[in-house]
């Protein structure tokens, strides 16, 4: 158990543009970036316990070593500890993308093409950078689709 001081900021951007009332470009962006960094430790002494600071006690921060991404508690101080956690700090940062271009090129009759792209980076450091944060983000490889739909109304 612990405090989490987390921080997050998210947008979503839509643009719409008509070049002719046959010929559109929808776009829509969501990048989401939050980070995560814990501390105040607790351990579980009396689950049962009423009050708060019975249930749960405060870890010492002078008996906590990070090594390897995980926390090892030596609270008798003989060098060997009695358990150990992993480090849950965290940074996720996140962009979806989508873009369509739709042509009525003849009444009831439409071709869309559909370009669809995700970007995800999850490099660990606790805390919210914006301009670094977006340009790891940015430089992530992304998997990108393309999708076209072709309709035609027949008149029949």
């Known amino acids: 158990m612990g405090w989490l001081d987390q921080t997050t900021a998210a947008l979503t951007l839509r643009l719409s543009y008509s070049f002719t009332p046959d010929l559109a470009l929808d776009f829509y962006a969501q990048p989401f970036m939050s980070s995560g ?41 003989e060098g060997d500890p009695e358990f150990s956690f992993r480090d849950r700090d965290f940074n996720v940062r996140e962009l979806s993308t989508n873009a369509v271009l739709r042509w009525e090129y003849k009444p009831g009759s439409t071709l869309f093409v559909v370009w669809s792209s995700a970007r995800e980076d999850d490099l660990v450091t606790g805390d919210l950078d914006m301009t670094s944060d977006l340009s790891r983000l940015l430089s992530a490889p992304a998997t990108n689709i393309l999708m076209v739909k072709f309709s035609y109304w027949l008149g029949l």
Do not use: C, I, Q, W
């Open 37 to 77: 960094r814990y501390s105040k430790f607790r351990r579980v002494v009396d689950p049962g316990a009423r009050d708060f600071d019975d249930r749960l006690a405060l870890l010492n921060p002078a008996v906590l070593t990070l090594e390897g991404g995980r926390y090892h508690v030596d609270e008798t101080g």
